[in-house]
């Protein structure tokens, strides 16, 4: 398909490299701006006298004064899984904590349950409504995490139904294996037995399969849970060796509840991101800042547990931090994976500009699953991902909330009115 969309009251084309630190917010805008795409790809962009003129022949499409950006890209998903955990969302709201409902037998390993009973075409078809939504509220590409299955078998089930929705789309999606996501009930009390059978079993055995079976794709990521309640340093580092040695891409979870030194661990393994960080600390931020590992965070996981503390967004982004945002869709914690809701927390409860939000939710988010080259922003040669917004005003995506501004999604070059 070949188009020329022009007539965009502002086009964020957020060119150039990730941004880092105080760098965050360049938008790059063009008033009255188009792009041209042909095929998949991106051919052109300026402003929209000039490229009407020059591309007098290209089939137009009128962005009729709206603003037109890179498709948001959400870094950290947990999109595959059955079932939900309301009740869980009511037993916090009458004073558990998140530890004490897992510790109880609930959280992570509940959903485990659900979704390790399900059949294949229930987990798809939940999975897959949710891919759509998250689509529709113009989030272009996401990372998704197994992690409800927590064996070899389940884990790669999940795998699979992420391999089958991105073949579907329009949704591209981004896979991670997640089994170090708890510690499944039967290996209750052997928390380190669990980790060697990661490391040693489903590690090698997941190379094994996808290097038969997904020759054209790169090896999925590996992220682990380091945090309190789940996994220690230790067992993390063990579980990245492994990961390492294999050619895996690394990703954690850390600094939610308590801050272990698993960002540290992360930075010195050349994790590709480090996300939640919440609790993580001064010296910490220093690392990250001096490092290539992408700071992302979830502001819909501390909203969803109504909690008052958000990632020091100011304070990474002041060290010269790469900071990405995400929206940490899952069933127990933030059953959300609108990024527009997503910008809006961040400039409320983190103090980002709307400008920051954006870039943080687009090329360093992109950064965030190594795939900045790609996606992210809105120059020749890059993919043809861009949302035309319900607005004629950037800023009008944080300072609105609870609608979705999406007019219409362009994928690979493809128009989806929403």
């Known amino acids: 398909m070949t188009m020329l969309i022009h007539s965009a009251s502002q086009l964020l084309t957020i060119a150039g490299p990730p941004q880092r630190g105080r760098m965050l917010g360049k938008l790059g805008i063009i008033q009255n701006g188009a792009v041209v795409i042909r095929g998949e790809t991106i051919t052109a962009v300026g402003e929209s006298r000039s490229l009407l003129k020059e591309y007098p022949d290209e089939p137009r499409f009128d962005a009729n004064g709206c603003v037109v950006m890179p498709g948001l890209v959400d870094p950290h998903t947990h999109l595959p899984w059955v079932g939900d955990r309301a009740n869980e969302f009511e037993m916090r709201l009458m004073g558990k904590s998140y530890i004490e409902i897992m510790t109880a037998g609930g959280g992570i390993n509940s959903t485990v349950t659900t979704t390790r009973q399900a059949s294949d075409t229930q987990l798809l078809e939940e999975s897959r409504q949710r891919a759509l939504s998250i689509f529709k509220h113009g989030t272009t590409t996401a990372e998704a995490k197994t992690g409800y299955g927590l064996t070899l078998e389940s884990e790669m089930r999940l795998l699979q139904v992420l391999m089958t929705l991105n073949q579907e789309g329009p949704l591209e999606l981004i896979p991670t294996f997640m089994g170090a996501h708890a510690t499944p009930l039967e290996y209750d009390g052997r928390p380190d037995d669990y980790v060697n059978l990661i490391s040693n079993n489903m590690l090698p055995k997941l190379a094994e399969w996808w290097k038969t079976d997904h020759l054209e794709k790169s090896l999925p990521f590996v992220d682990v849970f380091c945090d309190q309640g789940a996994f220690t340093v230790a067992q993390t580092e063990s579980i ?174 493809r128009v989806h009115p929403i």
């Open 240 to 413: 990245f060796k492994a990961a390492s040695e294999l050619g895996f891409p690394l990703k954690i979870h850390a600094d939610e509840f308590e801050n272990l030194g698993g960002t540290r661990l992360a930075i010195s393994f050349g994790a590709t991101s480090a996300d939640h960080l919440v609790k993580t600390n001064p010296q910490d931020i220093l690392a990250l800042a001096a490092s290539g590992t992408v700071a992302v965070s979830l502001p819909c996981t501390p909203f969803g547990l109504a909690q008052q503390e958000y990632s020091p967004a100011r304070e990474i982004l002041a060290a010269d931090g790469l900071f990405a945002l995400a929206s940490d869709l899952n069933p127990g914690t933030a059953w959300c994976g609108n990024m527009q809701f997503v910008i809006a927390l961040a400039c409320r409860y983190m103090k980002l500009t709307p400008a920051q939000a954006i870039a943080a939710a687009t090329i360093n988010a992109a950064a965030a699953i190594k795939k900045s080259g790609d996606i992210g922003s809105l120059e020749i040669g890059k993919q043809a991902d861009l949302l035309v917004l319900d607005v004629d005003d950037y800023r009008q995506l944080a300072y609105r909330f609870g609608v979705n501004l999406v007019r219409h999604v362009i994928k690979k070059g």
